[in-house]
Structure formats: structure tokens, C-alpha cells
């Protein structure tokens, strides 16, 4: 059971350019997320879709697009890096949002702006 | 809204011994608190989590207390071991569709052998 899958792991890019980042979940959730995590700021959500067809913004999420591709795909794009956007990213998924429900991380896609 | 602040930011202790950590949120409609262990290299995974409507649970080796007064909550790991050397994220939300989790920073525990 592969759970949440992102692509890729790891990424140099250089300023200006662009590049998406793929995440898919077999768990059948209705609710999907992107974080980033920086160090000493935790878990940020930069954008999430509570269910198929709708996305929203989270708490950073200028510099950012996201596609509700399908009930398993939601993708993360950069359309232009700049060197505050090195992160670790992480894509995440739910049943559903708010208490109660466990929200299953992938293994993370580390970017570096340069 | 929801904010949520964690202590300490770096933990070490020896192995056998308690690691203690706490987070106080702000919002008193916040009525689920669950904490995720995040291993090197991996994602944050949960551990255990807790509702208002209960001031303390335990599994195993781990336990979770809440004071809905103060609002604060801590995550009690005993007899600790080197596999619980990760990072420990606490979090809040509350029922309401729409709701999203606030994360606090983190806290990076170190067991010693």
C-alpha cells in the first residue's frame, strides 16, 4: 500500500525557472494538501483541496499554483523559483478535514533555489 | 486564528528517562489535538492524538494530557528509547468542515545511549 506518493525527491533549480511537483494517494481521500517545512517554523499549508474540484489557499501561498487533477492528483507549481522558496515539501492527505481525521504525509521533495 | 507555539525546541535525555513536551494554542474552539513523529528523511507520521472531551490517553510508552483551561497540551513519552529520537510535531483544529490543522514548530528530540 504506497499511500501518499510525491515526485520528485530532490530538485536544484535555478531563479525564474519553473517546475511542478506530482503527488498521488491511493487511500480513496477526499481532502489533499501541500506543506512546506522550513527549519523552526514547522508544517506551513501552502495550498489544499478539502474535496475533488475545489482548491484553496492555505497560510503561504504566494508564489504558488496548485491542480485538483483528479480524486488522487494534486500538483504543486512553482511558475517562477525564487531562493525563499527552498523547502522541503510535502503533500498530505485526509478523508476529510478538521478533527478527528489523520493526515497521511509523503516522504517529502526537497528544492533548493540557487 | 489558530496559533500554536511548542517547547522545547530541542530536547535531549538520556535513554530510560521521560521526554516531556508542550504546546499551548490560542483558539478555545479547538477541540482536537494530535501529535506526528517525524523520523529523518521521512514524513511526519501520527503517534497519538486527543479531543477535549478527555483530559489524558495513553499507548503504551506514549500519553497525551490536556488542560482545556489553560489551554495547553503535552505529549509524555517514558522509558525512552533510541527510535524515538525524531522530530515531534504538535497540532490543533476543531470540528467544523473547512477546518485545516495549525502545526506548532517542532521539537526535536535526541535520546542518548
Known amino acids: 500500500n504506497a499511500g501518499v506518493t510525491q515526485t520528485p525527491k530532490f530538485q536544484v533549480l535555478k531563479t525564474g525557472q519553473s517546475m511542478t511537483l506530482q503527488c498521488a494517494q491511493d487511500?480513496?481521500?477526499?481532502?489533499m494538501y501541500w506543506y512546506r517545512q522550513d527549519p523552526g517554523m514547522g508544517l506551513r499549508l501552502i495550498y489544499y483541496?478539502?474535496?475533488?474540484?475545489?482548491?484553496d489557499k492555505g497560510e503561504v501561498p504566494n508564489g504558488y499554483n496548485v491542480s485538483r487533477l483528479n480524486k488522487r492528483e494534486f500538483s504543486l507549481r512553482l511558475e517562477s523559483a525564487a531562493p525563499s522558496q527552498t523547502s522541503v515539501y510535502f503533500c498530505?492527505?485526509?478523508?476529510?478535514?478538521?478533527?478527528?481525521?489523520?493526515?497521511?504525509f509523503g516522504e517529502g521533495s526537497w528544492l533548493t533555489v540557487v | 486564528g489558530e496559533n500554536v507555539e511548542q517547547h522545547p525546541s530541542t530536547l535531549s535525555v538520556q535513554e530510560g528517562d521521560s521526554a516531556v513536551i508542550k504546546c499551548t494554542y490560542s483558539?478555545?474552539?479547538?477541540?482536537?489535538f494530535p501529535w506526528y513523529k517525524q523520523e529523518l528523511g521521512k514524513g511526519p507520521q501520527l503517534i497519538i492524538d486527543?479531543?477535549?472531551?478527555?483530559g489524558e490517553k495513553k499507548d503504551q510508552r506514549i500519553a497525551v494530557t490536556l488542560n482545556k483551561t489553560a489551554k495547553h497540551f503535552s505529549l509524555h513519552i517514558t522509558e525512552t528509547q533510541p527510535e524515538d529520537s525524531a522530530v515531534y510535531f504538535c497540532?490543533?483544529?476543531?470540528?467544523?468542515?473547512?477546518?485545516?490543522?495549525?502545526f506548532g514548530p517542532g521539537t526535536r528530540l535526541s535520546v542518548l545511549p
Open positions: 498530505a492527505s485526509s478523508e476529510s478535514q478538521g478533527a478527528g481525521n489523520t493526515i497521511y
Open positions: 487511500m480513496n481521500h477526499n481532502s
Open positions: 483541496s478539502a474535496s475533488e474540484g475545489t482548491t
Open positions: 483558539d478555545s474552539a479547538s477541540n482536537y
Open positions: 486527543i479531543r477535549s472531551n478527555v
Open positions: 497540532a490543533a483544529t476543531w470540528d467544523n468542515y473547512g477546518q485545516n490543522f495549525v
